[in-house]
């Protein structure tokens, strides 16, 4: 098993700047793919983004493309969501995933998945 525990969420006004990070503990060595998607109130939890092991292969929502980085530290078992130039649309609370393979087809499948974090809030204030 892989438990996952995320940190870094909070308040912050339009424009500005957050990083998340997503600890991993437990059998860390069959952690491939680190994602995070996030679920805004009455809606469905959407993809975020994803990176594979060895940090060359990634994946974006088109609605964060140019804004949001995800990076991973492998030597930590941490993983990172790096949120610049923030919207009011983008709070949500936001969960880091992770699993044993990186699907280059379906990595925006909560199913492709099979471990998961407890959330942390980010509020984007207008």
């Known amino acids: 098993q892989v438990q996952l525990v995320e940190s870094g969420g909070g308040l912050v006004q339009t424009g500005g700047s957050l990083r998340l990070s997503c600890s991993t503990s437990?059998?860390?060595?069959?952690?491939?793919?680190m994602a995070w998607f996030r679920q805004a109130p009455g809606k469905e939890r959407e993809f975020v983004s994803v990176?594979?092991?060895?940090?060359?292969?990634?994946n974006y929502a088109d609605a964060v493309k140019g804004r949001f980085t995800i990076p991973r530290d492998n030597a930590e078992n941490t993983g990172y969501l790096q949120m610049n130039s923030l919207k009011p649309e983008d709070t949500a609370t936001y969960y880091c995933?992770?699993?044993?393979?990186?699907?280059?087809?379906?990595?925006?499948?909560?199913?492709?998945?099979?471990?998961w974090g407890q959330g942390t809030q980010v509020t984007v204030s207008s």
């Open positions: 437990g059998r860390t060595g069959s952690v491939v793919a």
């Open positions: 990176i594979n092991r060895d940090g060359d292969s990634t």
């Open positions: 995933a992770a699993g044993p393979y990186y699907y280059t087809k379906s990595f925006d499948y909560t199913r492709s998945y099979p471990y």
